[in-house]
């Protein structure tokens, strides 16, 4: 389960769990204090950390029902198990460096899927390049996508995406966007491909967000899909090439520290059950 697919890479990437969540906690929204200031009391509990994360879709079509079990050294995340893949993360002082994704076949065996790099300047990310395909044959991947970030403002990030040729290493342009923070929470995402622009405009609880106390996490941007400081209530998805917009809808029922138990997601009918994570600490 890697901790990525956030809707800006769903454009050239997909995979199937973690609309899902950096693939471990989909719905889940960062702490930001490279975006925006955080605003825990310093006598808040940070031990409180998402033991196990369960994921189910009420059809095969939506997803793959699973239960990913995530170990720690302190609040520093050391990997997310489930019964068919394991994520492994890598740290540089409180910096998230790298996931490696590995494949579990029913005999046991792991092989070594895709990976996602990150560099940063100054404390912020800089750079995240994304392979996958990773075998004996592409040990550096069959396909490799790079983002770009650049610091508008403390609360508005650009981002440019990049095909890397796996040959040449040539980069080419496939997209671009820009990132805005409120609060600690993103509340805009714009991105361009050709001549389609895509916006999502996200609104929040006031409740914690189950992720926002694994170290590092809140410098990733939107690498986790609607991770926060709080937790995202409606996604509001338009485009130019589609006028009318989509909302999208997600409840939750919350334990007695006020971080989510379960989530429950709805499709843009705002009827339809999309899928369902919950959350043991």
């Given amino acids: 389960m890697i901790f990525c697919l956030n809707s800006q890479k769903s454009y050239y990437i997909t995979y199937q769990k973690m609309k899902n969540l950096l693939l471990l906690f989909s719905a889940l929204t960062l702490i930001f204090t490279s ?14 950390l998402p033991k196990t994360i369960s994921y189910s879709y009420p059809s ?6 699973s239960k990913s079990s995530v170990t720690y050294n302190g609040n520093k995340i050391v990997s997310t198990i ?17 996931q490696e994704v590995f494949r579990i076949d029913p005999q046991g065996n792991q092989s070594k899927s895709r990976e996602v790099l990150y560099t940063y300047e100054n404390g912020k990310l800089k750079t995240r390049i994304y392979r996958t395909d990773i075998s004996a044959e592409y040990p550096e991947g069959n ?29 080419t342009k496939i997209g671009e966007g820009t990132l805005t923070y409120e609060s600690g929470n993103l509340v805009k995402e714009q991105q361009k491909v050709s001549s389609v622009i895509t916006t999502r405009v996200y609104e929040y609880d006031t409740k914690k967000n189950p992720l926002k106390n694994i170290l590092g996490f809140n410098l990733l941007l939107n690498e986790i899909s609607g991770f926060g400081k709080n937790n995202a209530t409606k996604t509001t998805r338009s485009a130019s090439d589609y006028p009318n917009p989509s909302v999208y809808l997600s409840n939750y029922i919350y334990n007695d520290k006020d971080f989510p138990t379960k989530q429950t997601s709805f499709a843009g009918d705002g009827k339809s059950i999309e899928y369902e994570i919950e959350y043991t600490y």
């Avoid at 095969?60 to 029902?65: A, Q």
């Fill in 82 to 98: 489930d019964e068919d893949s394991k994520t492994l993360f890598t740290y540089d002082g409180d910096l998230i460096l790298k």
């Fill in 143 to 171: 396909y490799t996508q790079k983002t770009v970030y650049t610091y508008t403002s403390n609360n508005l990030i650009s981002y440019v995406n990049f095909l890397v040729d796996r040959a040449s290493k040539l980069e």
């Fill in 35 to 48: 975006c925006s200031s955080d605003d825990n009391s310093s006598s808040e509990d940070t031990s409180i």
């Fill in 60 to 65: 095969t079509d939506l997803g793959t029902n």
